[in-house]
Each structure stands twice: as C-alpha cells, then as structure tokens.
C-alpha cells in the first residue's frame, strides 16, 4: 500500500531561552501506521507531541496536518469529581460534536467502561482512568492521535488493554503516534521507530534498526555435530560459527536467505530441527544509537 | 456560546461536588444579613432606647424621611430604613468572598490537577475558556446574594416596623443588590482570573483578587460619614465605570494567558 501522510512534521525546532528542547526534527506519518517516539527524559518527545498538536508553537519548521488531531496527554487529567459521562460530555460539547450524549455513549461502549460511566474520576484505578483519558481522546474520531506515554505506570493488565486499543486504532486506518521509553511496548506495537535525543537520532522500522546496528543472524539446529557444515556453509554467508549442534550465521537479508541456507543443508545430509533469525533486543539498539549520538 | 457553556455546566457541576468552597461566602452573608438587625432592632431592644431618641441619628431622619420611599415611615421606621438601606452595600461582598477562592483557582487549579492540557487540546478559544471560568464563579455567587436578599427583605418584614421593607425596593436598593454588586464582582473575579493565569500558587490569586473589598468598604464608610449619597444615578454611573473596567480586564486577561508558558514552564 502506498505510503500517505496524514501529518507532516519538517525541520521542527523549539528553543525555551537558550536551550533547544527540540532540533530540526522531520518525519511523516501516515494513515494505518503506529510511530514510536522513542527518548529519554527531556529528549523532547512531549515538546514535539505538543507542537504537532498545536499546543505550541515551533521556534522553526511546520507541521502539516490532514484531518482531525487526538490528544492523549502523559497525565490522564480527568475532573475528579465529575462522573466519566460528564467528563466526556464536556469535552463531546467541546468539539462541536452534532449529538454528544449518543457520542459519548458509542464511546463508553467502544471502550468497555459503559458501566463505569456514573462512577466518579476519582473513584477510578490508574488503569481505568487512562482509558477514559483515551477514549476522551478519540471522542471526535480523529484521523491522528497522539499518545502521550501512554501505559506510564499502569499494571501489566491495564498496558495490555491500552496496548490492543492502540492496535485496534491502527486497524482503523488511524495515524497514531506514541511517545514513550517503554521498549518493550515499541517492539510489540509500533510499525516505525524514531529516536529522539532533541535531534532525530534515527528513524526506521524496529527490523531495520536491529539490522544496521547488529546486523541480522539466522540460528539453525541441527541434530548432530554444527561444525562440519561450517565452510559449507561460508559459500553462501560469510559470517559462519557453530556451537554444539547450533549454527550462527550473519545475513543481510533473513527472508531471502534463510531458504537458500536450509537448501544446502539439507543438500549436504544434514537434519534441520529448527530455524529462526536472531533479533537483538530493542534495548540494546536503543542504547547503542543514543552511545553513538553522544560520542 | 456552546464551549462557554459546555465549560460553565462543567464548573457548576464541580462546585456542587466541593460545596464547602462556599462556606467563607455563606459566613460573609450572615454577617451581612445579622449586623443591621442587631444595630437597628436588637440594641435598640436590649437598650430600652429607641433610635429615634438618639440624637446620633435625628439629622440622618429627618434626612431619610425627605425621600419618597420613606415619607410615611415614623421617625424610628425612618431610621431602621436607613441603616436596613447602608448595609445592604455589605450584601455586595457576599458574591466576592464566595466566589474568589473559585476564580483564584480557576486557571492554576487545572494547571496543578492536569487538566489543563486536554482542554486547550479541544477548539476552545482563550475568551471562551476564562469566560467560563469567570461566570462559573460568578453565578453562584450571584445566586447567593439573591437568596441573601431575600432573607434580608424577610427579615426586616418579620422584625423591623411596618413599611420599612418596601425601602428596599425602590431602584437605588434594587441597583445596588443586582447591578452594582455583580459587576463589582465580575471585576475582583476578572482580577483573580488574571492573576491565576499568572501564578502557580492558587493563594496569590486569593490575595490580589480580594483587594476589590477596599474600594467596597470605602463606599460603605462615605456612605455613613454622608460624604457620598448613593442614588440611583451615582450607582449607575459606577455601575457604568465598572462595566468599561470589566472589558478592559477581559482585554488584559486574554493577553496574559499565555498557553505557551502555562503548558512548559509551569510545575
């Protein structure tokens, strides 16, 4: 599927005095695709969420949006003692919504909290409450959201929920951004990966990123001895070890390999129990890719 | 229209969950109800002297039973008019001492409980958003000085002598209470409103915002030392001066609320 951009941002830059919160960052983001913000503390992810939501405005650079913007911000900042229908009713009515009762009922319903609705904010748990920060986000249906930390300090349980909500936004031909330094979440829901240390450090898929930094390795088990098909092997990949009955093999491309390496396996006597590519922890790419910004 | 009162259901809403914000308002209002009745009907009782046997108050009756609203009142009726009529300006603080501790809290209150952002997310416009939180203030305030003045009315119709209630509702009384008092109002909230945009701490908005009692308390003293006569048209000239002033606050309001430095350098 082509590649469409629903939101824009080129050569973002915001300084607060004389310190660059955020330096000459672009990248696009397009309908169906979950974008991950990736940074430590004060790497400008929030700054730059508020800039693409209008928030704030860049010191430099512009942001380009088509259609409507939904924000979900790092705290769930719901009326404590308000109900959860009227904390979305307001902000129904804030948008300008045709029928806000039915809109806030279809949303209360969407995300599964209908029968919490007369319940007070503040008599909700953490994980509750994000969820009806969320759904007060997608209230106007926006084509765009913008996620703001959005399992920060949830139960595994609750990041669970908000993460299969997250997805079920990309089903939907949502354009979704989430800023974060939960890798673990980055791996598990996000298609393109930027990080962010105030300039843009890198910006791929996570595939891509593990790839560049570490290369790619295929794991093949072999019932029996790895080490006699070794210089086999090296005619088809360069980088070949064995350990016991493992063998370790550097590829630039996993996909296109991997069968021609199993053909000459196989071709050469030996029985294939297993084969898997090797993927380095995002950690780790994530670290090393801040290491090397910082030298 | 439909954001400021989608904003307003909202802070209507949140003040009948925390009814104990109108408690220094509901305090105001009792004292500014019981203080004319203890000068005018319970001294006097207690005493055993009448108001009209003072020779403190017989210039200050003669000079009330001139007015229309007072011809046929006795010399005693006269007098308790007069004092019933001077206090009422007190009513006028009630709105402001209940609402102040609202409107100081109206911007930096969000900001602390962090509900600021998600709104300036929405369309909202900045005059939307502190005129929302303006009235939301003001309404109740408003709300209580009309069941203050009721009390007020019912009160002097139980204790004080016949036909003294109908003083107060001749126009100068009658301005005073629902003119004069809510733009006075309006103008100390405007002023708290500012000052919240402003600062991070909820009290500095209180203390500012609370020094529209002094001019309040001036009038009610040169209304006693009968250095100002408030008739209806000296109140609604001020009332006329009060509504520029209101429009010059929203003026300034709006240019010192500024989203930026709320959002970033606000903790």
């Given amino acids: ?295 | 229209m439909k954001r400021i009162a989608a904003l307003l259901d909202k802070e209507l809403a949140d003040l009948r969950g925390n009814p104990a914000v109108f408690v220094p308002a509901i305090i105001t209002g009792i004292i500014s109800i019981v203080m004319p009745f203890v000068v005018a009907i319970v001294v006097p009782y207690i005493s055993g002297e009448r108001l009209s046997d003072s020779s403190d108050f017989r210039i200050a009756a003669e000079m009330y039973r001139s007015q229309p609203a007072s011809r046929n009142l006795d010399p005693e009726g006269a007098i308790q008019a007069m004092i019933f009529q001077q206090f009422l300006i007190l009513l006028v603080l009630t709105p402001v001492a209940g609402a102040m501790s609202v409107a100081a809290y109206a911007v930096v209150g969000e900001k602390q409980a962090r509900t600021l952002e998600p709104l300036l997310a929405t369309p909202i416009t900045t005059f939307e958003l502190l005129a929302a939180k303006v009235l939301g203030a003001l309404v109740p305030g408003v709300v209580l000085v009309a069941l203050c003045f009721t009390l007020y009315v019912g009160g002097v119709i139980a204790f004080a002598h016949p036909g003294v209630y109908r003083t107060l509702f001749f126009s100068r009384a009658l301005l005073t209470m629902f003119l004069l008092g809510p733009l006075a109002a309006l103008a100390a909230l405007q002023m708290a409103v500012c000052v919240s945009s402003r600062v991070n701490d909820a009290r500095s908005a209180q203390q500012i915002g609370a020094l529209i009692i002094l001019p309040i308390s001036i009038l009610l003293v040169a209304q006693f030392t009968n250095n100002v006569d408030l008739t209806s048209r000296v109140i609604l000239l001020i009332s006329g001066g009060l509504a520029l002033l209101n429009l010059v606050l929203m003026a300034i309001a709006i240019n010192l609320f500024d989203r930026e430095s709320i959002l970033t350098r606000w903790k």
């Fill in chain 1, 1 to 295: 599927m082509a590649f469409v951009a629903t939101l824009v941002a080129s050569h973002l830059t915001r300084r607060f005095d004389a310190r660059v919160a955020v330096d000459d960052v672009s990248f696009e983001l397009a309908a169906g695709e979950i974008f991950a913000l990736l940074g430590p503390n004060g790497a400008g992810k929030t700054t730059t969420l508020r800039m693409l939501a209008g928030l704030i405005r860049p010191s430099a650079g512009a942001v380009r949006v088509n259609g409507r913007i939904g924000l979900l911000t790092e705290a769930p900042g719901l009326w404590d003692r308000l109900t959860v229908e009227r904390n979305l009713l307001v902000y129904a009515r804030l948008h300008g919504l045709p029928n806000p009762a039915r809109a806030v009922d279809e949303t209360l319903a969407l995300f599964d909290i209908a029968d919490r609705k007369h319940d007070r904010a503040a008599q909700l748990s953490k994980g509750l409450k994000q969820r009806v920060a969320l759904a007060r986000a997608l209230l106007h249906r926006p084509d765009i959201v913008l996620l703001d930390e959005p399992t920060s300090g949830l139960d595994p349980e609750s990041a669970r929920a908000v993460r299969e909500l997250i997805l079920r936004l990309r089903e939907e031909r949502r354009a979704v951004l989430i800023s974060t330094h939960n890798l673990d979440e980055v791996a598990r829901v996000a298609d393109r990966v930027a990080v962010l240390s105030a300039r843009l450090v890198a910006l791929d898929t996570p595939a891509a990123l593990r790839a560049r930094l570490f290369g790619s390795r295929l794991l093949v088990t072999l019932a029996g001895d790895a080490a006699r098909f070794v210089d086999l092997l090296r005619t088809t990949a360069a980088d070949v070890r064995a350990n016991g009955c493992t063998l370790s093999i550097g590829v630039a491309d996993v996909e296109r390999t991997a069968p021609a390496v199993v053909r000459t396996l196989v071709g050469a006597g030996a029985d294939v129990v297993s084969v898997v590519a090797e993927q380095a922890p995002l950690e780790d790419v994530y670290l090393r890719l801040l290491q090397r910004d910082a030298r």
